[in-house]
């Protein structure tokens, strides 16, 4: 499975940006498919995360509604869309996707990771 992202950028404050990643590959093995951030000095956390057969949809609290996470399965793409950015909100955003979870938000499950895209709030 290859995850490649976009979409990231500069944004001022109570911006908006819309974050893509494509999926190739073995995509029928992807049973979560989500977001993860990295800011600078802090640990990366798990941002939202979309069950790709069911549609159930998850997130931290910390972005809960302001993101919002879908797919296109026909299209084999995943998005986030982020509303009312903050300062906090920038870091490294990753592409994620695992074949199986049981805690949806925690690292260690998902092998698969795109190689990121920056987003930035001023």
């Known amino acids: 499975v290859q995850l490649v992202e976009s979409g990231g950028g500069l944004v001022q404050a109570g911006g908006s940006l819309t974050l893509s990643c494509e999926v190739s590959g073995n995509t029928y093995i992807t049973a979560y498919m989500g977001w993860f951030r990295q800011a600078p000095g802090k640990e990366r956390e798990g941002v939202a995360v979309i069950s790709t057969g069911t549609g159930i949809t998850y997130y931290a609290d910390s972005v809960k509604g302001r993101f919002t996470i879908s797919q296109d399965s026909v299209k084999n793409m995943v998005y986030l869309q982020m509303n009312s950015l903050k300062p906090e909100d920038t870091a490294m955003y990753y592409c994620?996707?695992?074949?199986?979870?049981?805690?949806?938000?925690?690292?260690?499950?998902?092998?698969?990771w795109g190689q990121g895209t920056q987003v930035t709030v001023s």
């Open positions: 994620v996707a695992a074949t199986w979870v049981l805690d949806v938000l925690v690292e260690n499950y998902y092998t698969y």
